[in-house]
């Protein structure tokens, strides 16, 4: 069984930062990419960033610039750092991964439970 938890979300005021963690754990034979995804009220779930297993990163247009993304593989976790945070940011932070698993070998995609940012004065 795998299980991705994250952990990190807040509430921050506008131009402030938080870095949100997620660790997966398990039967994990290959962590393959990681990634984040956001879910604003009444909005459809989007992509944030992705970080391939060799450390290629890929990210939404609009947190270009503000949000990196990284991964600690001896720890199986992800990380998203997110600077210069607005209003818009505000929504419900998913982590996804892409893994084998330690028992049956297939791949599969698991997510987090969810952690919420918060972007207000």
């Known amino acids: 069984q795998v299980q991705l938890v994250e952990s990190g979300g807040g509430l921050v005021q506008p131009g402030g930062s938080l870095r949100l963690s997620c660790r997966a754990s398990g039967s994990i034979a290959r962590l393959n990419t990681m990634g984040w995804y956001r879910q604003a009220p009444g909005k459809q779930r989007m992509f944030v960033a992705h970080?391939?297993?060799?450390?290629?990163?890929n990210y939404e247009d609009s947190v270009k610039g503000r949000f990196t993304i990284s991964r600690d593989n001896a720890k199986n976790t992800v990380y998203l750092q997110m600077n210069s945070l607005k209003p818009e940011d505000t929504a419900v932070y998913y982590c996804?991964?892409?893994?084998?698993?330690?028992?049956?070998?297939?791949?599969?995609?698991?997510w987090g439970q969810g952690t919420q940012v918060t972007v207000s004065s």
């Open positions: 996804a991964a892409n893994i084998a698993d330690a028992i049956t070998w297939r791949t599969a995609d698991y």
């Open positions: 970080i391939t297993s060799g450390g290629s990163t």
